[in-house]
């Protein structure tokens, strides 16, 4: 009752003060103007180079703050998560344009995509992002069941453990595999993760 009150009292001061913020349908939170556009700009660089058909979908937690670290950024750079992500897939940018990188990530049938489409605004404690993340799952649930339909689903995160059991149990009509188990959790360094695993384990998948 008192979240529903506060809820009221800050849409009321919004509209009072004539305030442009609303809910960004791509990861839940109250959006500046700049935020949806940067939201809309990244889902066109990413709906670019998306698969036909989704073979493996990775999937994160929330979108990299610095687009140096998105991967589909034009601008190809290739850091952090991005890095982390063509090294696991033996995918290499040596002498490569950022478009012939993403062209052959899209060949193998790869998508990389995060349950929360738009970096965490500044200022949220984890307890809060954990609580956008909750409001906001059956929207991603829904876009992940009706939009991607992938083959197979490899959580990269694992902070999505506590949600791994409600993407298993929601119907998405290919296997979830938790980042527990999965050489794709790209916590830490790259320079001491098992990337010839990872490999192997989308090899064996896609032969099973």
């Known amino acids: 009752m008192i979240a529903l009150l506060r809820e009221a009292a800050l849409r009321f001061s919004m509209a ?18 700049e935020h949806l ?8 660089c990413a709906t670019r180079y998306r698969p036909i058909h989704i073979q493996t979908l990775l999937l994160g937690y929330t979108s ?3 687009d140096s670290d998105f991967l589909y950024s034009p601008a190809g750079h290739f850091e952090g998560e991005a890095q982390k992500v063509l090294e696991a897939v033996q995918l290499s940018r040596e002498g490569q344009s ?10 193998r049938g790869l998508m990389l995509t995060h349950l929360l489409e738009c970096p965490v605004e500044p200022g949220l404690s984890d307890s809060q992002v954990a ?19 992938p083959r197979r689903i490899i959580l990269i995160s694992a902070d999505l453990l506590g949600v791994l059991g409600a993407l ?4 998405l009509g290919c296997p979830v595999f938790p980042a527990s188990s ?27």
């Open 64 to 66: 990299p703050v610095n």
């Open 168 to 171: 298993q149990n929601a119907d």
């Open 98 to 107: 950022a478009d012939t990188v993403l062209a052959e990530f899209q060949r």
């Open 131 to 149: 609580q956008v993340l909750e409001a906001h799952l059956p929207r991603s649930i829904a876009r992940l069941r009706r939009s991607f339909k």
């Open 16 to 33: 009072s003060t004539g305030s442009s913020l609303r809910h960004c349908d791509g990861c839940g939170q109250l959006a500046s103007p």
């Open 182 to 208: 999965s050489p794709f959790s790209l916590e830490g360094s790259p320079r001491v993760m098992d990337f010839s695993s990872a490999r192997q384990a989308v090899a064996g998948l896609d032969h099973a």
């Open 37 to 44: 556009a940067r939201r809309l700009q990244r889902l066109e």
